[in-house]
């Protein structure tokens, strides 16, 4: 994961400590109709259908008989920060200006997050001292007005829970951020694995603690905590953690707490303040033992805004996290909790996993079942991630043809029809909750498909002439560590990125902008040729960014959007500028579905609870269609 600035995270933080709960409101009118929107990230229609036919989703049988249902056709590419952005605002990228997970500056040939961007205050040194001077910035890089706002503007009150790219949160009646809020330590997920054994960094996402341990199984150690916000030389803030590992628990002493944690059980939330001097930064932790004596290991989660006392702007109005948490509990508050990386790296077991993910599915839950117990919008609208998460890292268990299938657990081969139950009894249970007036509309981002084969997509560049490395240099670490751009014209980037090294645009361009349109079209033919071992393509379709994101954001946009055929995807090397030695290599992680492919390959489902006057065209119509169905607002705001 992408880690900003210290300065701008601790800036973040102070400004963050600024946030006050606004005073007491007068009750609002009851809403008399409304239009409840369920989200289900990578939702699969294939599968949908599949389950539905053999009877194993009895609730979506039910509402595609008696409503409506159709595939929905994706954003281009079908990545999920893309295609919320997309729902959200009813444009494209060219629009919206959300093209993939990660942006480049070409400045630099830096990747960044997409999503949210902090600019920090000016500061003022005084003794060693940081003191910021006014407040910094914070804003969704995402351009263009959402529907939900253009309904609350026409009298129709919205309750927008947890939809992805909705940070920080917009001023209608109610909204809890999604996609986009970061951790303390201002990543978008840094869990902590404390062990005993030999064990390799963490490529991204974690941090390895390896513990000294005395005879008796004793441990005193320290969790890292986010940086010292008036501090400008990257110290960061701890708390002193004791253990006392048994065979089969582990006693932890944190934060004036002591509590036994039994082997392979998650722990409650665990409060945590860290001290500054000037005053402390609230937080939230779970733990799991993973293994007890002889050779214990501890994973923390990553370390949440808490919201009860919440140091991030999470919610608007900004007093609806704590009176949220007072009336459902505690629950995780970082935008993409469910910590797939950590699984992907083994430094989480499935059920643990699949434990964690149970809590996330729950609390989504309730925080739905507040918001249709208010009655006060006619706009309710919850994204569920899990269907998404669960699929990513179990589609193993489903796919033959995967390299990991044999060897995967029941477990794993369980796991995706678990999560379509589950979303399954949600709907029946929303169902159950609907009015007479109410409508309903269920739908997905995008489906999926496996992910078999990791393509290098820089080393085909290196191979075929468009990228070259430094003199001596057989292959490239991240960030083009090895690149020589002064003699490379094109290089790869994101998920389904290729650029062109322009000139005038890119800092060490050598591209013509006279030579573009061929030198795309060159690139685009010589991907259609790119073939597996057993012949299979591993690229479906290519697109100009220029002609597929028109815009005042299309200058933003890849040169060359790739449209992966089902079963390869980008490498993650490939995703921050690598390029190792082979074309393709075996998927051999748990992450073993995706969606970042050409998008005709992995379309989403819509289901409506009344029939459509026409089939919705994509998910970006529908952010319209949405508008002109949804209930006139009977009530101000």
Partial sequence: MIRPNPIAVAA????????????????????????????????????????????????????????????????????????????????????????????????????????????????????????????GTLENLRQGESFWSQAQDAGQRATVLRVPVTYPPEPVQRMLSGMGVPDLLGSQGTYTLYTTRRQATADSGGRIVHM???????????????????????????????????????????????????????????PVRFDHGLGSIPGMVRLRLIAGLPRPQLYVSPIHADPVEPVLPLTSPADYAPQLAERIGRFHTLGMPEETWSLNQGHLDEQGFLDMIATTLAEGEAMLDDALEAYDSELV??????????????????DPEHPLHAESSQLAREAIPWIYREADRILGEVRGR?????????????????????????????????????????????LFAQVDLGRTRAYALGLNGLYLNQQGREARGIVAADEREDLLDELSRGLATWRDEDGSPVVSNTFLGQEIYPGPFQDQAPDLVIGYASGYRASWQTTLGGAPLPLLENNLQPWSGDHCIDPALVPGVLFLSFPPDEPVEDIAALAHFLLKHTPEGLASP
């Fill in 12 to 135: 973040l933080l102070i400004l963050a400590l600024g946030i006050s709960a606004c005073g007491d409101r007068p009750e609002p009118a009851p809403a008399q109709a409304r239009m409840i929107v369920l989200g289900f990230d990578g939702m699969d229609p294939e599968l949908v259908q599949r389950w539905m036919a053999s009877g194993e989703l009895p609730n979506f049988e039910a509402l595609r008989r008696e409503g409506y249902f159709q595939p929905l056709a994706t954003s281009n590419p079908p990545q999920s920060p893309v295609a919320w952005s997309s729902f959200a605002t009813g444009t494209g990228p060219g629009h919206h200006g959300i093209h993939d997970f990660l942006r480049r500056d070409p400045a630099t040939y830096l990747p960044d997050f997409s999503v949210a961007r902090f600019t920090p205050p000016r500061s003022v040194g005084l003794g060693g001292w940081q003191l910021p001077i006014g407040a």
């Fill in 212 to 270: 000294p341990i005395d005879t008796n199984g004793q441990v005193e150690t320290i969790l890292e905590g986010p940086f010292h916000p008036l501090r400008s030389d990257g110290s960061a803030l701890g708390l002193p953690m004791a253990l006392q590992f048994s065979a089969d628990s582990v006693e932890v002493t944190l934060a004036d707490q002591r509590e036994t944690l039994p082997l392979g059980e998650w722990s409650d939330w665990w």
């Fill in 381 to 398: 609208i919850k994204v569920f991630v899990q269907t998404d998460r669960v699929s990513h890292m179990f589609w193993r268990g489903l």
């Fill in 434 to 478: 609907m009015g007479p007036e109410d409508r309903l509309v269920v739908l997905s981002d995008h489906g999926f498909a496996p992910f078999r084969r990791a393509a290098h997509l820089n080393r085909w560049l290196i191979e075929n002439g468009w990228m070259m490395l430094k003199e001596g240099a057989s292959e490239s670490e991240p």
